[in-house]
């Protein structure tokens, strides 16, 4: 256990970091009273990214971490699964039932049929990724995250080779900077802290792209309203204008880039005309963009993750940086495509992550297709046994997996165990057999890292924790010791000694951080804006990525192999139509993009959180409402092949007609049936390495009858 607080009975501001999942990982300062309760959050003025800001969130925090619904003590279902019934117990009693299921588990069907199973609710690297040393310790099923990265990265590192880029703090020092599929002002708000300081400084342009009239939008010098899964249309209309007048950088790319000619003849049939066909932009708006970025050097392309939770998102993410690479932009300081600095980070993570006891015949199985997997999918489960049992940290799917019915109807399997570690009672762990309480990132030491950004930063223990709940490396380690692989390597260490561990590289240890209080790991120029060479073996930037073969940040094992209709994928950046195209049973598109005041599927048991959403509504545009006889605040039905739910309409000219938005995440008991939006999102893996298409679905919209 952590050593005691120091300093208790006197007030004074603690220096921590925001756990949450995002890419700015926020560095804190803290306000701690004499009576050992946090105060007020603020943003650490000393760090060069966050710069004084942070969400309002996260600057509420205190009252998180008081809520009088935390979770305060280990529970045990009684009754039916989901029932509602509940019943204290002891800790250790919680614990050994826990390693009972799992031993059983194994008996019956092998260690396969036990998937520890988490995801990103905390970022701090002990406190998230120790559950994988007890996984490939007892050799328990493996797990593919795929659910929020794939798509992204490696769309980016097809053309880049390398996780990396210019240094985000350039925003500020370019003269436009454009802002695509991100909605930068609810979910990374520091972009915009930059952006903004390019804005009054240079007089830079911002530039906007994305599906509907978001916040970050309404703050734009030029918005580009396109349809969802378009972008790569887009991408390749300004890269089409851009040769042809005049403003491809042909030195940089004969230098730097695999084949421009071939991109160039590949182009000559996809001008503006052909994307606003496919965007619904008109031909002004794209000429009028690719026209500033073309004339403008240092544009910093900062390029998120929403626009790539399509079923063709990783086409999407190469189409949009190459732009950078035709224009030159990476060559000047303010200009580039950034996308995640995951890739300048080297953290020593093999025992703490316990990488040298990987078996490789273990199956791994998709983090996306839990309902596939829960409910038998011979392909989920690799055509191997069944999971019989699970322990989930950090995460929620039975409110944010896609196929929701099917992620809940395998919950309810009576002959399938699972305890869950949270801090609230989410929609998982009201499907639980044991729920176990969790600390909160104040309340324990963690190192994190930020992919938005370029600092490793120490989150240290700031105040104790109620004496009733457990961090998430307590949980492994006391499982471990039941389970018999306590003696392996990575177990019995406190945080501060996995935390000095993982820092061999940076030549310092848990104190020195702690006085330091982050690292700047930013890479030189010259090696950010890859004028060295990219990071693929000939230095050449890919416009043909060789989309089955390129290493990736988390391409899938070679027992999944590629995924999706990777064989679809085109040659050079293209617009392909993979997407789930509306037709006419689905006229539809429909967007599940995140809500300001919501995480995830956290901060939904905020009350400030909930009245400042107010309810989960679907964006309708007036047209489409008119055609359908459907009134602000009417009840509908919007359904398709996964399902159907009812919701409120918000009748709006902010999508686009044919497009509805559906901003959450929503606890599933928020909506008028007790189900949420992800009934209608798929599990179909985006080619070629995985990924879920969250925002590329095709739906019917119907008036409920009265």
């Not at 080779?161 to 454009?178: I, W, Y």
């Not at 509306?582 to 905020?606: G, K, V």
């Not at 928020?670 to 992800?678: Q, T, V």
């Amino acid at each position: 256990m952590n050593v005691a607080t120091p300093n208790l009975g006197k007030s004074r501001t603690g220096h921590s970091v925001c756990p949450h999942d995002c890419p700015s990982a926020c560095a804190l300062d803290i306000e701690i009273g004499a009576d050992g309760r946090i105060g007020k959050v603020r943003g650490s003025a000393d760090n060069s990214y966050t710069a004084g800001v942070i969400c309002a969130k996260v600057a509420r925090y205190a009252d998180r971490l008081y809520h009088p619904d935390r979770l305060m003590k280990p529970l045990r279902r009684t009754g039916e699964k989901g029932g509602g019934g509940w019943q204290e117990v002891a800790w250790e009693d919680a614990l050994d039932e826990i390693a009972n299921a799992f031993v059983k588990a194994e008996q019956a069907h092998g260690s396969a049929a036990v998937w520890p199973y988490y995801y990103a609710g905390t970022m701090g690297q002990v406190q998230r990724d120790s559950i994988d040393r007890l996984r490939h310790a007892k050799r328990y099923s493996g797990f593919f995250d795929s659910i929020c990265t794939n798509t992204a990265w490696t769309g980016y590192v097809m053309g880049t080779g390398s996780l990396t880029g210019p240094d985000p703090r350039e925003m500020a020092k370019a003269d436009c900077v454009v802002i695509w599929g991100t909605n930068a002002v609810a979910t990374q708000v520091n972009v915009m802290t930059h952006a903004v300081k390019a804005r009054k400084e240079r007089g830079a342009k911002l530039v906007v792209i994305d599906i509907y009239d978001n916040p970050t939008m309404k703050q734009a010098d030029m918005a580009l309203k396109l349809r969802p899964g378009t972008d790569a249309a887009l991408a390749c209309a300004v890269m089409h204008t851009a040769f042809r007048d005049g403003h491809a950088d042909r030195a940089y790319m004969a230098e730097f880039a695999d084949d421009p000619a071939g991109l160039e003849a590949h182009l000559a049939s996809r001008g503006p005309e052909w994307a606003a066909a496919i965007t619904g932009l008109s031909v002004e708006e794209i000429e009028a963009f690719a026209r500033l970025v073309g004339e403008t050097k240092r544009t910093f392309f900062r390029l998120g993750y929403g626009f790539t939770r399509s079923r063709n998102g990783s086409v999407s993410m190469h189409a949009a940086c190459s732009v950078a690479t035709v224009l030159g932009s990476w060559q000047h300081e303010g200009g580039g495509a950034f996308h995640n600095n995951g890739g300048i980070y080297r953290l020593d993570k093999r025992e703490l992550m316990g990488l040298d006891m990987i078996d490789p015949d273990i199956r791994e199985l998709d983090q996306s297709q839990i309902g596939r997997v829960l409910t038998g999918d011979p392909v989920a489960l690799r055509h191997r046994g069944p999971v019989t049992a699970m322990l989930i940290q950090n995460t929620n799917p039975a409110s944010i997996a896609p196929e929701q019915r099917l992620v809940k109807q395998g919950f309810l399997r009576d002959d399938l165990f699972v305890a869950v570690h949270e801090q609230f009672m989410t929609d998982t762990a009201k499907l639980a057999d044991i729920v176990l309480p969790a600390t909160m990132f104040v309340e324990h030491d963690d190192l994190y890292r930020g992919g938005g950004h370029q600092h490793i930063l120490l989150g240290p223990k700031l105040v104790e924790p109620p004496a009733t709940v457990r961090t998430n490396l307590f949980v492994i380690d006391e499982l471990a010791r039941r389970l018999g692989v306590s003696n392996m390597p990575g177990f019995g260490l406190s945080e501060r000694e996995h935390i000095t561990r993982m820092l061999p590289h940076y030549e310092i240890d848990y104190d020195g951080l702690a006085a330091a209080k982050w690292i700047d790991c930013q890479p030189d120029f010259e090696t950010a804006h890859y004028r060295k060479g990219f990071g693929h073996p000939d230095g050449k930037f890919r416009f043909r990525p060789d989309w089955t073969a390129t290493p990736a940040p988390n391409r899938p094992p070679a027992s999944i192999g590629p995924l999706g209709p990777h064989a679809a994928l085109p040659d050079f950046p293209d617009y392909v139509e993979v997407i789930e195209v509306a037709d006419a049973d689905h006229p539809f598109r429909l967007a599940t993009p995140p809500a300001r005041t919501y995480l995830n599927s956290s901060f939904t048991e905020m009350k400030w959180s909930r009245d400042r959403e107010g309810r989960p509504e679907v964006m309708i545009h007036p047209e489409d409402a008119q055609s359908r006889g459907i009134g602000d605040g009417d009840v509908v039905k919007i359904g398709n092949v996964r399902g159907e739910i009812r919701l409120h309409a918000k009748v709006t000219g902010e999508g686009k007609p044919g497009v509805l938005i559906c901003e959450g995440i929503w606890p599933n008991d928020a909506h008028l049936d007790g189900e949420g939006i992800n009934v209608l999102t798929g599990a179909d893996p985006v080619a070629p390495y995985g990924g879920a298409a969250l925002h590329d679905n095709r739906v019917w919209l119907e008036k409920e009858v009265s």
